[in-house]
């Protein structure tokens, strides 16, 4: 955002901790694995007031996280979006 892209492409954020790990990769050691479940929630709010700004300064994010919690971006797949960016349809 702060860099002026147009449009911004989230990938990877599911904003949740399917079969109880918190990443793809397992969790962290101690102690800094002990709130990244919990923090879902308080994370997407920030996403929330991102979303805000990113309208206000004419930009767009799209999130391409396939199952992903986070609802405040408009969802679409990954290939469409970039077939799209490549047309000019973004």
């Known amino acids: 955002m702060h860099l002026g892209a147009s449009t911004i492409i989230l990938l990877g954020?599911?904003?949740?901790?399917?079969?109880?790990?918190?990443?793809?990769?397992?969790?962290?050691?101690?102690?800094?694995?002990?709130?990244?479940?919990?923090?879902?929630?308080?994370?997407?709010?920030?996403f929330f007031a991102l979303e805000s700004a990113a309208v206000e300064r004419g930009q767009q994010i799209i999130n391409c996280s396939p199952g992903s919690r986070l609802d405040c971006f408009k969802k679409a797949d990954l290939i469409e979006t970039l077939r799209g960016l490549c047309v000019g349809n973004y």
Not at 14 to 25: C, I, N, P, R, V
Not at 28 to 43: G, I, K, S, T
């Open 13 to 46: 954020y599911d904003m949740h901790a399917k079969h109880k790990t918190s990443h793809w990769f397992g969790e962290h050691p101690e102690p800094f694995n002990r709130y990244n479940a919990q923090l879902y929630d308080v994370w997407q709010q920030e």
